[in-house]
């Protein structure tokens, strides 16, 4: 059998060990290096996600607000003031920022502002498709044996009525960014068929 032959470490010397802490006191260095040099790209990179983030939040508060109109004005189809109003109370009670959100059925440029428009169309639903009318307002219909009416239940659908509500806000970017505007507008529309 041959005998395994285990080599005894080397004694450490002054030489040694001084060796060993130099080559620490260099990787200590070249990681305060990498820090310095990497620092300012992650605080831009957060910064630029806190932005991504305020803008994708203001956009659902935006589009909630326009199906919580949808929805008011789908039971209270006549009433335009309350559609605007429920839109209004669901995007101020959301957003609580400074300065202070305002909402109404107008435009404004002031920051932190929502504008609710709303509107009744009609049209003919033909298998989930809606024809919309184009022809006047809703309660104007021709309803003769040859108006829009009897022509879509004769081809078998129903006359439907919808309410389209629009909500448009403005969203500020918290620092400026090349090539991207600081300031969006940002628009959604929910439309919700009016309750028969």
Known sequence: MHAMRLSKAAPLTHRRIAQRRGGLRLQLGQSLLEVALLTPFLLLLSVAAIDMGRYAYIGILVGNA???????????????????????????????????????????????HLEVTSAISCGCDTGGAVSVYTGGACNNVDTSATGPIATCVGGGGHWAAMVTVTASGTF?????????PSSMTINRTATVRVNP
């Open 66 to 112: 326009a199906r919580a109109g949808a929805a008011y004005g789908a039971a209270a189809p006549g009433d335009s003031t309350g559609t605007v109003n429920a839109a209004c109370n669901d995007f101020l009670s959301n957003l609580g920022s400074n300065p202070a959100p305002t909402c109404d059925g107008s435009s404004s440029t002031t920051n932190n």
């Open 172 to 180: 500020n970017a918290l620092f400026s960014w090349p090539g991207i």
